[in-house]
């Protein structure tokens, strides 16, 4: 049975084998083939983790560290709906930009997790989605938004952020600020109120 692996380990590991996944594919690439990744003999790399399944979670476990308690640091400091959609979708194409094929393997390979896994990461992905949909009801109530179905609209939000994983490349010619920056526009042209363009000043 494979140890805890030491945080730093842990991060080694992952981020090489997300590297291997997102370039190979997950069911092409073995364990040996992760240990070659990471630079350690096989035993070794069972020394840490037990499977490729194991993985996977360490990487869902990663994305969802990286988005939703700043989601909920958002919320808590009351910014307003259109502000805290701006820094969600920063959050997301920054992610793709610090960990790259991550998402891939987020949206890709979560039937890879085992059951335990899948429940307990699923509770944490609803409650965020559960966070933007709160926002947009909150942002329409507030006049800031004009959003008849707030289901709907957020899981148009996340299409449009989440599909991403499919064409983004770090390093591009555009920052992944300037990239969040206007699907955030696209997207509020189609919920806001008008005036959107005249946004206060603490909104720009």
Request: hydrophobic share 40%; glycine share 8%; charged share 25%.
């Amino acid at each position: 049975m494979a140890k805890q692996a030491p945080v730093g380990r842990q991060a080694e590991i992952t981020r090489a084998a997300a590297a291997l996944f997102n370039e190979r594919g997950f069911h092409t690439s073995s364990m040996e083939d992760v240990a070659q990744a990471v630079g350690l003999k096989k035993p070794t790399l069972y020394h840490y983790v037990q499977s490729k399944a194991q993985i996977v979670a360490w990487i869902h476990d990663e994305c969802v560290a990286a988005v939703l308690p700043p989601l909920q640091g958002y919320v808590k400091e009351g910014l307003p709906a259109p502000e805290i959609l701006r820094r969600v979708a920063q959050d997301i194409f920054g992610l793709l930009e610090s960990k790259p094929g991550y998402l891939r393997i987020y949206f890709e390979n979560h039937r890879d997790l085992d059951k335990r896994s899948q429940t307990r990461i699923a509770k944490r992905r609803d409650e965020y989605y559960g966070y933007v949909r709160q926002v947009l009801e909150e942002g329409t109530a507030a006049g800031d938004l004009s959003v008849e179905n707030p289901q709907l609209a957020a899981m148009t939000f996340f299409g449009m952020c989440n599909w991403a994983y499919q064409w983004y490349r770090p390093g591009g010619s555009l920052t992944p600020e300037q990239i969040a920056t206007y699907v955030w526009k696209t997207f509020m042209a189609g919920v806001s109120e008008p005036g959107f363009e005249r946004l206060p000043e603490r909104l720009a």
